[in-house]
């Protein structure tokens, strides 16, 4: 009865000796145990893969490259401007008070096309997919509509790590002298956005609201006029989609756009909101 034990504890010391020796192959953080987090090296490696998380291995970058090959498809352009033009009003007319419905129906969307993604690469048939996008955008919506303060915050937080991304090319090129600064920018500009879309919301969006919305407003009557076939030099052309003639009314593209239009309308409301004896309901209530 003694020779099992025996040998089951003999097999465990060359376990743990054959372990042992193949622990000097190993990297040397696995080796010394945790990594230092304080270590520039380790900080520097995070803000390198930061600065490429747009790289092909990113579902991020999966998503995005099939929305906007949809939003070009030829077939669904006055679809889309439709929907640039109706989200452009809401938002022109009274973007605070119809942001949380407008913020919700986004994200439902969103969630119903991500569920239609995954399901066509799981190889569905059509009824399981559109069962599978009602769900998802159904309980998205729940979620989001029950818990609008908590969506804003991760919100504030995309847009500001978004808007300090596209204007943080100066501060990744001294990440090599001083690792961790293109971490701590990116921080900053997480926080920022939150204070933004949550303290700060109303303020912000009656000042950002008739921007954007004049911006879907033009992009989507251009694309919808040039459609019904008029022509001039000044509308987008019959065959460019509404996403084309959006970034050529805007001038730039990718995040560099968030951050330098966000920022005179950040301006613009933190001088707002300095004395409410600037706004004219007030001087006429008065």
């Not at 509509?145 to 991304?165: D, I, K, M, R, T």
């Not at 900053?188 to 912000?204: E, N, P």
Request: aromatic share 10%; with cysteine; net charge neutral.
């Amino acid at each position: 009865m003694m020779r099992p034990a025996l040998a089951m504890a003999s097999l465990a010391v060359g376990a743990s000796a054959s372990i042992g020796s193949q622990a000097v192959g190993l990297p040397r953080g696995l080796q010394e145990g945790p990594p230092n987090l304080m270590d520039p090296q380790l900080l520097q490696d995070s803000c390198s893969r930061l600065a490429n998380f747009t790289s092909s291995a990113s579902p991020i970058l999966a998503y995005g490259k099939t929305v906007q090959g949809w939003l070009n498809e030829p077939s669904c352009q006055i679809f889309v401007a439709s929907a640039a033009l109706i989200a452009g009003l809401c938002l022109t007319w009274d973007g605070p008070q119809l942001w949380k419905a407008l913020f919700t129906l986004a994200l439902a969307c969103a969630a119903a096309f991500a569920a239609r993604f995954e399901a066509e690469a799981w190889h569905l048939q059509i009824f399981s997919i559109f069962t599978v996008m009602c769900q998802a955008a159904v309980i998205v919506g729940t979620a989001v509509y029950w818990g609008f303060e908590g969506s804003q915050v991760l919100l504030g937080s995309c847009c500001g790590f978004a808007g300090a991304y596209g204007m943080g090319a100066w501060v990744r090129s001294l990440d090599a002298t001083a690792p961790g600064l293109a971490m701590f920018w990116y921080i900053c500009g997480s926080v920022l956005g939150i204070q933004i879309f949550t303290a700060w919301r109303r303020g912000m969006l009656a000042c950002l609201a008739p921007v954007l919305g004049g911006l879907l407003v033009s992009s989507a009557v251009g694309t919808l006029i040039s459609r019904a076939g008029l022509r001039t030099p000044f509308l987008p052309k019959d065959t460019e989609s509404w996403l084309t003639a959006t970034e050529a009314l805007l001038g730039l593209d990718g995040t560099s756009s968030l951050a330098l239009f966000g920022l005179p309308v950040f301006v613009a409301a933190t001088v707002n909101g300095f004395d409410d004896a600037r706004r004219p309901l007030a001087v006429a209530g008065a």
